[in-house]
């Protein structure tokens, strides 16, 4: 079981009271799968987010990544962690406006203290598996949307994480090149075992995924049945 959260509870601060936006969490992403979470604007799907990828501490319950208990380790601890084990996908691609498509992937070497011949090898080969590499000396602003995105899971696979984690990477894109990105995340999920969340408010890429919940106001559910 590379990603579990058990009984995950967070909230905040709201006036003279709190408002819950994760309520008793309970959810285990196996590697190779690939789970879709949906759910309206504020309803958790974010902070669910910040959660499983160490970015935010609950107030109750455990996360798991590949085996290690989040709670019990030190703040470098978790930042190791999160740099070595979990990778990240955004709603925009937040690549560097002066590095080349190849550069994006290597800083991800230089910090994780592993650069190299080898590193560079696994980056090449990582833009050739996301349909770029014939690009990987082009800079953003010479790369389509779509493009930017693809170096954006190529970045997230730099480090060979087991868990993937991915916030709207649709949402600035058309149907067929969000579909695209979609498609390209399910087969790299399974082809590196890696445990991956998508969070998405386009139902319409939910039969892609291996599996679907909706956020209900902090609860996970099947989506079936919301």
């Known amino acids: 079981?590379?990603?579990?959260?058990?009984?995950?509870?967070l909230s905040y601060p709201d006036g003279d009271s709190r408002t819950v936006v994760l309520d008793r969490i309970g959810l285990v992403v196996p590697p190779g799968e690939l789970l879709a979470v949906t759910g309206p604007s504020g309803s958790g799907k974010s902070s669910l987010l910040a959660?499983?990828?160490?970015?935010?501490?609950?107030?109750?319950?455990t996360v798991t990544v590949d085996g290690v208990p989040l709670g019990g380790?030190?703040?470098?601890?978790?930042?190791r962690l999160r740099r070595s084990r979990i990778g990240f996908v955004f709603q925009q691609s937040n690549l560097l406006a002066s590095h080349t498509a190849l550069d994006q992937l290597m800083l991800i070497a230089h910090i994780?203290?592993?650069?190299?011949?080898?590193a560079a090898e696994?980056?090449?080969r990582l833009l050739a598996r996301v349909g770029l590499a014939d690009k990987a000396h082009r800079r953003p602003h010479q790369l389509s949307g779509g493009e930017r995105q693809r170096v954006g899971v190529a970045r997230a696979l730099m480090g060979d994480p087991a868990v993937l984690l991915v916030d709207e990477p649709t949402s600035a894109l058309d149907h067929d090149r969000g579909t695209a990105i979609v498609e390209l995340l399910r087969?790299?999920?399974?082809?590196?075992?890696v445990a991956t969340v998508l969070v998405t408010h386009d139902t319409q890429y939910l039969p892609l995924a291996d599996r679907a919940l909706r956020m209900c106001d902090g609860r996970l559910v099947d989506h079936a049945a919301a």
């Not at 994780?112 to 080898?118: E, K």
């Open 1 to 9: 079981m590379t990603l579990t959260l058990a009984d995950v509870r």
């Open 73 to 79: 380790l030190r703040p470098a601890e978790r930042d």
């Open 51 to 61: 959660v499983a990828g160490a970015l935010v501490t609950p107030e109750a319950g």
């Open 112 to 118: 994780n203290g592993a650069p190299g011949r080898a």
């Open 187 to 193: 087969d790299v999920t399974h082809e590196h075992r």
């Open 122 to 124: 696994r980056a090449r």
